[in-house]
């Protein structure tokens, strides 16, 4: 039998007093005797058995006192066995609760309850009643039946018991050959060894493995090619736009695939309610292909295990999902965010998203991990808002499941377990501070893994679309008018002047673009240009030419909208043969005489901001999905007839 034996210590050589200060003095307070802690090991003693039942850092049997573990362990540093090493801006309040989980660790692969750290506490009648009728298969662990006393526990056990249930459909091994059955494999298999032999021959360090390309392969087809998002479905009668509009109840046939809530999508002009079943089955959602986050996150994380990628589904409690996978190459796991085509950029969500973030759980066929702090740069900010339940409660819970779960695992896959946790443990301590155009992923400075991740070669990554120039037709010449409007929401251009001619796709229209993209904001429903991240500076410009159709230009009138934040910039440019005129995109009309040139170009310029959300700190268009009436840029170009 396999046991883990953790040993926390202070080093020695810091601190400026005469002796080390007591590490701990009683069970239940656990505090250092020091403020400056810089380094502190975790060792992991494979093969190492302890019977102890005291608690970690409670010197007892067996266990040797922290003097002699810091000589023993300095020695084993000295032979060069693996260690982890604490960074010196971890906490005491972070390592207390590293701490706790080690020990709950310990107690769960030990089997014993874990009474002695922390406190217990008192049970609620009903609280213990409804869990035993929710978790009938659970052992007689402690976990679930110490419910806290705060109210909201009850609500998130069942969360989690749900998500923790949930999970263990995508090892269905029919339904994995379902899954692969819709995806191209050999493609992405290809592709994926093709930029790893790239990465490799650019950076000669690189020690990323052919799954790393993978995960990034199958985001990329996933959002691409497969799945699209729902805001309201188009009117099942006309095609036209809808309008939520509350819901309706669910079919036989809805709640067999998951799907307790349908909602209604009104068309105004048929008067007819499209159903939208909120499916919950992935089996289900293969075929569908539609959703908003949770069905995304649903779907890919089956996708990942259908290729053979061991993911995680992950839930946040403020409403959103998404995917971990884990990297054996780095030893980690990947944040990967299908809606988004994101990978490895935890910090997204509360450093881009402004997402004030609580609690973020891990759920998986092995087991289940608090998350949060991966997603965090700000874990005292966190602790604040943790508040639907107790700490203590969470740990007991988290651990109960996890014992459950992991009964028919074998000791070498334990041991498997336990190792990545303890990786885990040291990176979630050990807050991340995100540099300008950075959202978090450990040790991404490897040039390697940055070309992977698109941050690298942005020119190359973004697909290159035919330079656009508008020519007046035959009807504009005759109107002396060239009248156009791009509308961000619906990312369409409408020639009014050319009989109202739509074209789709903001690239289409555009002459030169450098390091832009048009952002969805799912989340907030906002959509907006801005440059790629990373990029110090990003362009775009329409081009007019009426040279070859013999006309001159007259004048030309433009409103157009651009929005900064902090230390962001935007300029808007007019270029006319060698005059160039800047002008505001206030939303004003500014009108321009021309005077018989035959070219123009508008163009703008995004820089600035501060940090890692620079690139969202200038923005062309700013505006809501919602809002499809309002043009983001509108021009109209005069000529002499
Ligand atoms: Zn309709």
Redesign the pocket.
């Known amino acids: 039998m396999y046991f883990l034996f953790c040993k926390l210590f202070c080093s020695g050589a810091i601190g400026s007093g005469p002796g080390p200060g007591p590490l701990w003095r009683r069970k239940s307070d656990f505090f250092f005797g020091r403020r400056n802690i810089t380094t502190l090991f975790i060792k992991l003693n494979h093969g190492c058995v302890t019977g102890s039942a005291e608690p970690l850092g409670e010197p007892g049997p067996g266990v040797p006192g922290r003097r002699q573990t810091a000589a023993h362990l300095r020695r084993q540093h000295l032979k060069g066995d693996t260690h982890l090493v604490f960074p010196s801006s971890a906490s005491v309040h972070q390592l207390r609760r590293i701490r706790e989980s080690i020990a709950a660790e310990k107690d769960q692969r030990l089997g014993r309850p874990s009474s002695q750290h922390p406190p217990p506490t008192t049970t609620t009648s009903t609280a213990s009643t409804a869990v035993s009728a929710a978790t009938p298969s659970l052992p007689s662990t402690p976990a679930p039946s110490a419910a806290s006393p705060l109210v909201g526990s009850m609500g998130f056990f069942l969360t989690l018991q749900s998500n923790y249930q949930h999970v263990m459909v995508y090892e269905s091994l029919e339904l994995q050959q379902k899954a692969r059955s819709k995806l191209p494999y050999e493609e992405l298999s290809a592709a994926a060894v093709e930029k790893l032999n790239v990465a490799k021959a650019s950076d000669p360090e690189c020690k990323l493995g052919k799954e790393d390309f993978l995960v990034m392969e199958l985001l990329r087809w996933f959002k691409k090619e497969f799945f699209s998002w729902v805001n309201c479905l188009?009117?099942?009668?006309?095609?036209?736009e809808?309008k939520t509009a509350g819901s309706l109840n669910p079919s036989a046939e809805d709640t067999r695939w998951g799907a307790q809530r349908v909602e209604s999508h009104y068309?105004?002009?048929?008067?007819?309610a499209?159903r939208f079943p909120r499916y919950n089955n992935p089996e289900k959602l293969l075929e569908t292909r539609r959703g908003r986050c949770g069905e995304w996150a649903n779907c890919f994380t089956l996708c990942c295990r259908a290729v053979g990628l061991e993911a995680r589904y992950i839930w946040d409690s403020t409403d959103h999902v998404w995917t971990e996978v884990y990297s054996s190459a780095q030893r980690r796991w990947l944040h990967c965010d299908p809606c988004e085509n994101s990978c490895d950029k935890p910090l997204m969500y509360e450093v881009g998203w402004g997402k004030k973030l609580s609690y973020i759980l891990a759920f998986s066929k092995d087991e289940v991990v608090d998350v949060t702090w991966r997603y965090s740069c700000n874990h005292p900010d966190v602790l604040t808002r943790r508040t639907k339940v107790q700490e203590a409660w969470l740990l007991r819970t988290i651990s109960g499941l996890n014992v459950t779960r992991q009964q028919s695992v074998g000791p070498e896959r334990k041991r498997e377990l336990v190792n990545r946790l303890l990786v885990e443990l040291v990176e979630f301590i050990s807050p991340k501070k995100p540099k300008a155009g950075d959202l978090g992923g450990r040790g991404s400075g490897s040039l390697a893994w940055r070309i992977a991740r698109g941050e690298v070669g942005a020119r190359e990554a973004v697909p290159q679309v035919a330079e656009h120039t508008f020519t007046p037709t035959d009807v504009e010449k005759n109107k002396g008018l060239l009248h156009v409007r791009y509308f961000a929401s619906r990312d369409q251009y409408q020639r009014v002047s050319n009989g109202d001619e739509v074209i789709h796709g903001w690239e289409r229209g555009v002459w030169r673009k450098d390091c832009v993209f048009r952002k969805v904001e799912n989340d907030w429903q906002m959509v907006y240009i801005a440059r790629t991240e990373g990029s110090p500076c990003g362009t775009l410009s329409w081009r007019f030419d009426c040279a070859d159709v013999g006309v001159k230009m007259k004048a030309v009138s433009v409103t157009t909208h651009s929005q900064t934040f902090n230390s962001g910039t935007v300029v808007w440019r007019m270029r006319s043969g060698q005059a160039v005129t800047e002008f505001l995109g206030d939303g004003s009309l500014q009108s321009f005489p021309l005077s018989g040139s035959t070219e123009l170009v508008i163009e703008a310029e995004l820089c600035g901001g501060e940090g890692a959300l620079s690139w969202q700190h200038a923005q062309l268009f700013r505006q809501s999905l919602t809002e499809t009436a309002e043009p983001s840029i509108e021009i109209l170009l005069h000529f002499d007839a």
């Open positions: 188009p009117c099942s009668q006309c095609g036209g809808t068309c105004q002009s048929c008067h007819v499209t």
